[in-house]
Structures are given as C-alpha cells and as structure tokens.
C-alpha cells in the first residue's frame, strides 16, 4: 500500500522536465520585469538631470 502511494507521489521525467522548463521561463521572464524596470528608472533619473542642467545653464 505505501509503495503505490509512493510511486503515485514520484514524478515522471517528462514531468520534471515540463516543471523546470516553467520555472525557468518564470525566472527568465521575472528578470527581463527587473530589466525593464531598472531601464525606466535610469531613464528617468538621466531626463532629470538634463532638466537640472538646463536650469543650471539658463541661470549662468
């Protein structure tokens, strides 16, 4: 009886493939969010401080 219950419990090779290959889509795809987000917040620092240049210079 528990041995079925084990054998019921093991995943198939084919199944621990399908499962890896969804966590690292996942991983992958969480890091490209992180990429983009960083890309925008350095984008936006970069565009401020243009705008702070160009108020520096307008004063000189």
Known sequence: M?????R???LSKEQKRVLA???T???FADN???RK???EKTARLRA???ANEAKVSERA
């Open 48 to 50: 401020l401080r243009l």
């Open 2 to 6: 528990e041995e079925q219950k084990k």
């Open 25 to 27: 889509e996942a991983a």
């Open 37 to 39: 987000a960083r890309e």
């Open 21 to 23: 290959d969804a966590a």
């Open 32 to 34: 490209e969010q992180r």
């Open 8 to 10: 019921r419990l093991q």
